[in-house]
């Protein structure tokens, strides 16, 4: 294995600035207390002052422009704290996504536990650190089906105590497909020969030839949905009875932390002055964090929490998810913080309601944009910067795709946005 894809599976890649790195650290469910994320904080000031941290839509965080004298140091100090950072990045099982506030939904079902023992014993599948692509999980706790099922290798989402719904083989890239259901009623102790098969399966037809079509619904594509269905029922009822597999209990949820505050941070970026300032404000009130799916986090707690005057900004905004763009990415093909920032700059007051805009720097369409509402893709006509439109999408919540519009330059953004109507 090249030093380049060690790196990669633990997080750290290249930027498109020489010398330059990103370093991912996974966090698992969203979960993260505040010694952590304090410290991620002070690591992002200490090796690269003036850049702020950054919420990804897969519950990661990921520290920018850091020298590649402090990238080691980083990557220690990250370890010591508990922070996992294998299968940040890389051709291998990427962050289980959970909902954030699943334990506390008095509507939903507890499935952190059961991601995590996933997770577990997933990192030992004598596959994993081989697989043609990376490979994505999610776990929902309620129909509502909050961590976008369809766009993921495989979604679960819990309907009881022991049952779950299984949509597989959905991603988005440039020719994005969603995923199909392959079980109405999965008792959640067969979870975990379900997601061993799937990763068989994966490893032996996946494409390693082609990276474009290396991804599980490649594998669906090419053998049509009923064969694939087939199969991977064939090697679960296998993997089932060959194996012995520890019994999964999930639990209807009665704590007694409630919703609190959700933030959102434009383009997903929190200053670190910020980030202190907030773990300075929740860790003495007992307030835990759950990062969410669009830049943002939420807050629980017993009790109340005022928000000081800096921070109310972060709720009454305009949700805007942007990938990083051709800021540091080096498939970028516009900067999506400027393409974000004269959006912005043409809504004022409430008037853009709950409108939420997905903004992707490149047809890999990492920020979700062609399932979106209102999503748009970075493109370049003529070597001008331009963004292809895509509106009425279900945000992986569902099967629906968004359907392509028009053509605009990120000049005339603004005036694309402001004529749709929502």
């Not at 002070?42 to 020298?67: K, M, S, Y």
């Not at 089906?145 to 495989?154: A, F, R």
């Not at 001008?384 to 569902?398: I, R």
Request: aromatic content about 8%.
């Amino acid at each position: 294995m090249s030093d380049s894809i060690a790196s990669k599976l633990y997080g750290l890649y290249p930027q498109k600035q020489q010398g330059l790195y990103m370093q991912r650290v996974k966090i698992p469910g969203g979960r993260i207390n505040w010694s952590q994320w304090r410290l991620i904080a002070e690591l992002q000031e200490r090796f690269a002052c003036g850049t702020p941290i950054h919420l990804t839509t897969r519950q990661d965080i990921e520290l920018h422009n850091l020298p590649a004298e402090g990238a080691i140091e980083v990557k220690q100090s990250l370890s010591d704290a508990g922070l996992d950072l294998f299968g940040a990045g890389g051709d291998n099982l990427r962050n289980i996504t959970v909902c954030p506030g699943c334990e506390f939904c008095h509507d939903g079902f507890d499935v952190f536990e059961l991601s995590k023992i996933v997770s577990e014993k997933l990192r030992c599948h004598p596959a994993i650190m081989d697989l043609p692509r990376k490979f994505k999980i999610s776990f929902s706790g309620c129909p509502a089906s909050c961590t976008k099922p369809y766009l993921n290798d495989i979604g679960f989402i819990a309907h009881s105590e022991n049952s779950f719904e299984v949509i597989t083989a959905g991603s988005l890239g440039p020719v994005p497909v969603l995923g199909i259901r392959a079980y109405e009623k999965l008792p959640s102790s067969d979870i975990l020969p379900l997601c061993f098969a799937a990763i068989d399966m994966f490893a032996e037809y996946g494409d390693r030839e082609n990276r474009r079509k290396a991804r599980f619904r490649h594998v669906r594509q090419k053998l049509g949905d009923e064969a694939f269905l087939m199969e991977l029922d064939k090697r679960f009822k296998s993997a089932k009875e060959n194996t012995s597999w520890p019994q999964i209990n999930i639990t209807k949820n009665d704590s007694q932390l409630k919703f609190i505050h959700r933030l959102h941070f434009p383009d997903g970026n929190i200053s670190t002055q910020d980030a202190l300032a907030l773990a300075q404000l929740c860790e003495p009130a007992g307030i835990e964090a759950r990062i969410t799916f669009d830049h943002g986090i939420e807050l629980y707690g017993e009790e109340s929490l005022e928000l000081p005057g800096d921070f109310k900004k972060f709720k009454d905004t305009l949700v805007i998810i942007a990938c990083p763009g051709a800021k540091t990415c080096s498939h970028g093909l516009i900067d999506c913080q400027s393409a974000s920032a004269n959006i912005r700059a043409a809504f004022t007051g409430n008037q853009f309601g709950r409108m939420k805009i997905n903004i992707s720097g490149c047809p890999n369409n990492c920020a979700h944009s062609s399932c979106a509402a209102i999503g748009l893709v970075g493109l370049k006509r003529d070597k001008k910067d331009c963004v292809q439109l895509y509106t009425g999408g279900g945000d992986g919540k569902n099967q629906n795709l968004a359907q392509k519009g028009e053509i605009e330059t990120v000049a005339n953004i603004a005036s694309l946005i402001t004529s749709i109507k929502i």
